[in-house]
């Protein structure tokens, strides 16, 4: 509903440059003056509110002031549109009436009522009396009503008039010659909503009229015809511009216009939260299931794991391919999953039971992507054989596309295109209903991943050697719409994704170990994000879920991404002393009995086999290599950077941590020490573990020994016996040496575990190398990896540091090495002297 004229009774007719006009009745047409004010928006009253006379000549009115920079009346009259969209006509009209500015001109109104009602010809005789843009084509204008009127002639079944329209109105305008064929093949619908149908149009009682009066209204003077909900357009102009402005913008939400928009970056998925690491080779592709509670791995180690997402455990192993898995699916309802193999065939597989459904074996080389329609009935596979062939549920082909080694595959989600790049540097788009093509697009480089927004209008590509960016293309025109640098691909797969609450984001893996996140609306890099230890292959982002991302690695590991942890506080008792100001030092605290007591500051949870070694990396250029600990939550309370941790019984620090991760390096000489070279190779059916344990506190009771964590040497389990509960280990040390560190009922670490010596044996002249035994109770048996090792296994030892303290002063003292003179000890050079004093007495 728009707002009359208040108070009008009769149309004013005034002179160019700004003159005030004479009031009467005249029905001439309202001309626009000068300085585009009083006249243009109806206004009929003068200041003050008195009328003026014919004759009476009248000095112009009062400028007002503008408001805060703005013009006045623009401010006012918008206001006044916005009143009446809001549905508050009484105030609207309040606001006309007390400021004098009208919505719009007589003309304007009668124009609008004329449209709205289908008085055509009235609509374009007005039409010419009203400011026209100067770059819009008129007769554009006159078919858009013509059409209207042409459509309900069609509509009320008036054939006749219809046709006359169609010839001496619509034709001539010289107008789309496809578009007027177009219009003619709906002279032969059967019923109006046959009609309706096939124009794509609601009928004239329908919003059509409304709609043609916003088209006509943009090619009209917006100061003589405001454009349509102008406020909420700016508004909206507002906030996009603060949004393009907020990097971390990651929600659906509109903004408020109370304050200014910014968005926290604690907000925004940074951390790594979970890390999958059940697959044994290189995970090749990640995806989120469609209704974000699951996600799908493929691996090349040739299995697809689903696992959930509410504790990130897996819910089905699909293992019944062959070959590396290339690519995975979810169908629409993700009642299935698509899986594609280097094997040469696609599967079907039933989400719910884990089942295979169906085998597709058509493809004479791997295949490489997939996807589905939107209806769910049909899906598309791609493959490096030059063939893209499309499916029904039953496994049968339906079509194929031929010519392309196709890396990548995409059908828009609105069902009207595929795309697809290629090995020889081509963007291919089909028409997916007609099944022809409509274009393709030399991309001057290799693509080896595409991905469609979900409005259909565009798609991302990876470009790789030579060009190593990601681009947004549109899909209507195969245009450059932005490029993103940053990523590194050089000579393997990368795949991309759009994220975030609203797409916002774009987001790729890369080749030198880092996730890389960018704006999407204006190409800004967000993040470069580590943590993988090497080449990221996949990233998929959680639908439902904006605060969650996944990607997928060669080190073998699905990493989760979600917003940064939150520092948890605890309440300090009186007296204790701050956890950050502790001893740095690697000071394990280990137990008096055949066990691990458990740092009180901290949890009992410590030395268990729950700490899996998550990724493992070795530069050849430092001689370092990196291990990445998960599981690690109870010990990491209180960590900070450069903090001491025992791993397996070695004194390691911290170089970086998350919630429940934790990295440390490993140097040549630890290597050279420890068992790590052999004990890093993990088993076929589980990942590598460790015992863990925090550095002791100063503020907690001194009630085992002490352990530096530094590995004196390596010892091999010779035996493993049972004693009632109790397992006995007995350990053959690799340096025979040690053996006098051990004594009966004293201790040594192993594997940084403090056990109570209970036997000692060989070590001797003409025996082995010597042996010492252990006795692990219940209690030592859950909490240490020790215990599950078997015969022929080794562990890292420490001995007493006492006992070689003591052994170096006794030596110091017995002469057993000499000084730099070639001296004996003390005790021998007391001996010599008291033998000079005597010889010199006797002379």
Known sequence: MRIENNGLNSQASVADSGRSGTNGASSAAVETNGNGAGIRNG?????????????????????????????????????????VDLGYHRAAGVLEEESEYTLESPEVSEFRDAVLQGQWNKAEELLFGLEINKDADVNALLFYMRQQKFLELLEVADVSKALHVLRTELTPLNQSVEKLHSLSSLMMCISADDLKARA?????????????????????SASVMIPEHRLASLLHQVKQNQLSKCLYHNTANSPSLYTDHHCDRNQFPLSTVEILTDHKDE??????????????????????????LEDFQPIHHLKEHTGAITYLRWSPDDS??????????????????????????????????????????????????????????????????????????????????LAAVCTQNKLHVFNFVTREKEYERDLGGVSTCISVSKD?????????????????????????????????????????????????????GSEDSNVYVWRKENGALVEVLPGHSGIVNCVAWNPTN???????????????????????????????????????????????????????????????TANPISSITHSETAQTTT????????????????????????????TSFTKDTFTVDLSPETLRRTTFPRSLIPSSSSPVQVNLERAVSGDVRFGGHFVQGHVDTIATIADRRSDGSSVVLRFKPRDRGVMKYVVEKGYVAVDGASLTVI???????????????????????EAIITARKQVGEEVNVEVDITGKYIEKQVAAYLGTGGDAEGRGGLLERIVERVVERKLAERK
């Open 43 to 83: 206004s009929g009253k003068l200041e003050g509110g008195s009328t003026a006379s014919s004759f009476t000549m009248l000095a112009p009115p009062t400028p007002k002031p503008s408001y805060f920079g703005h013009d006045r009346e623009e401010i006012t009259r918008i206001l006044i549109q916005s009143l």
């Open 627 to 654: 291990l990445t600990i998960a599981g690690a939550t109870p010990i990491l309370t209180d960590a900070h950077l450069g903090d001491s941790i025992s791993v397996n019984g070695t004194c390691l620090t911290i």
């Open 336 to 417: 299935k999953l698509l899986s594609c193999s280097q094997d040469k065939q696609a599967k079907l597989w039933d989400t719910t039971a884990g089942g295979c459904i169906r085998t597709m074996s058509a493809h004479t080389d791997w295949v490489s992507s997939c996807a589905w329609a939107p209806d769910g009935q049909t899906f598309v596979t791609g493959s490096v054989d030059k063939e893209m062939i499309l499916w029904n549920l039953y496994g049968e082909s339906i079509h194929t596309w031929t010519g392309a080694r196709v890396y990548d595959l995409v059908v828009t989600a609105d069902g009207t295109r």
């Open 546 to 608: 904006p605060y969650m991302f996944a990607s997928a690695g060669d080190d073998r590991n699905v990493r989760i991404w979600s917003k940064a942890p939150q520092p948890q506080l605890k309440e300090r008792k009186k007296g204790t002393t701050n956890p950050a100001e502790r001893d740095p030092g690697c000071l394990p605290e280990s137990s008096k009995q055949s066990g691990v007591k458990p740092n009180p500051l901290l949890s009992p949870q410590l030395n268990q």
């Open 283 to 308: 995970v090749w592709f990640v995806q989120f299931s469609n209704d974000g509670t699951r996600l799908a791995t493929g691996s090349k180690d040739y299995t697809v794991i689903i696992w959930g």
């Open 200 to 220: 794509e149009w609601d009928g004239a009682a329908g919003l059509s009229r409304q709609q043609l009066l916003s088209e006509l209204s943009k090619s009209i």
């Open 759 to 781: 036997a000692v044996g060989g070590g001797g002249e003409g025996e082995d190398q010597g042996w010492w035994e252990v006795m692990l109770v219940e209690y030592t048996q």
């Open 456 to 508: 259909s209008r565009y798609v991302l590509l990876n470009m790789g050697a030579g060009v190593q960016e990601l681009r947004l293309l549109n899909i209507e025109t195969g245009a450059d719409v932005r490029h993103f640098s940053g990523t590194k691909q050089e000579e393997f797969v990368v795949r991309n994704c759009f994220g975030g609450a609203d797409e916002n984001f774009v987001v790729s």
